[in-house]
């Protein structure tokens, strides 16, 4: 079984300037998280998708990130205008939408640097 | 968002020897869970805890549901050195059953 597919696994760019992140979950998983890793901190939930509605977003920063599911399937995260402080590792996780709370499988993760 | 707090922050220890690590939170949580993150991968689950007081083991591992559900531990017996990592324990807190938190992570290191 593929795992959650995320691309690309490194961005580099400048502060003010935009990026998106691309996800693919696992075939069959309704519920698709948005995490965001600080080096040497855990991840924290950005967003939360249960098919293409939005479950929780309270931890979004939405005047420069925002998300989209739009068939219930991919997911694109995008932040817009960047700042230093988002450089961190995003990780995309899925799980099934009557499965076991906090059972996710995460991807391998997008490590955006921003200079 | 609620806090989890986790110790130790790190560890180095010897191989053979057993590992001990706990996560506290002020509230309630329904679920505790502990993960392994491994260098440029994602998190992995490892234990899944349901239920207060109960003990549950994969392998190695054992962790436990604290009965005031506000605390759980994690041991691994024996370590090896593919024991290396950063150990995540999670949880969902009463009254919110999906958003899982993360604690800040204890990377072990294990000397040959």
């Known amino acids: 079984e593929a795992g959650v597919a995320q691309s690309p696994r490194y961005k580099i760019i400048e502060k003010r300037q935009s990026v998106a992140f691309w996800c693919n979950p696992i075939?069959?998983?309704?519920?698709l998280y948005w995490y965001q890793q600080i080096l040497g901190q855990g991840p924290k939930l950005l967003i939360q998708?249960?098919?293409?509605?939005?479950?929780?977003d309270s931890q979004l920063p939405k005047d420069r990130f925002s998300a989209e599911r739009l068939k219930g399937v991919d997911s694109t995260l995008k932040i817009q205008p960047a700042k230093l402080e988002d450089s961190a590792v995003y990780l995309c996780?899925?799980?099934?939408?009557?499965?076991?709370?906090?059972?996710?499988?995460f991807g391998e993760g997008s490590r955006l640097t921003v200079l | 968002g609620q806090q989890l707090n986790q110790s130790p922050q790190s560890m180095f220890i010897q191989e053979g020897e057993d590992v001990s690590m706990n996560c506290t939170s002020s509230?309630?949580?329904?679920?505790w869970l502990w993960y392994k993150q491994d260098p440029g991968e994602g998190p992995v689950l490892l234990i899944a805890?349901?239920?207060?007081?109960e003990l549950t083991s994969n392998g190695r591992l054992t962790a436990q549901f604290g009965i005031t559900r506000k605390d759980s531990f994690l041991n691994i017996s024996a370590s090896i050195p593919s024991d290396v990592g950063i150990y995540f324990c999670?949880?969902?807190?009463?009254?919110?059953?999906?958003?899982?938190?993360f604690g800040s992570g204890t990377q072990l290191t294990v000397l040959p």
């Open positions: 999670a949880g969902t807190p009463r009254g919110s059953a999906r958003q899982l938190t």
């Open positions: 998708f249960q098919n293409n509605g939005v479950v929780d």
């Open positions: 996780a899925s799980s099934l939408s009557g499965g076991s709370a906090g059972e996710l499988f």
């Open positions: 805890l349901y239920k207060a007081g």
């Open positions: 075939s069959g998983h309704a519920t």
């Open positions: 509230s309630i949580f329904n679920t």
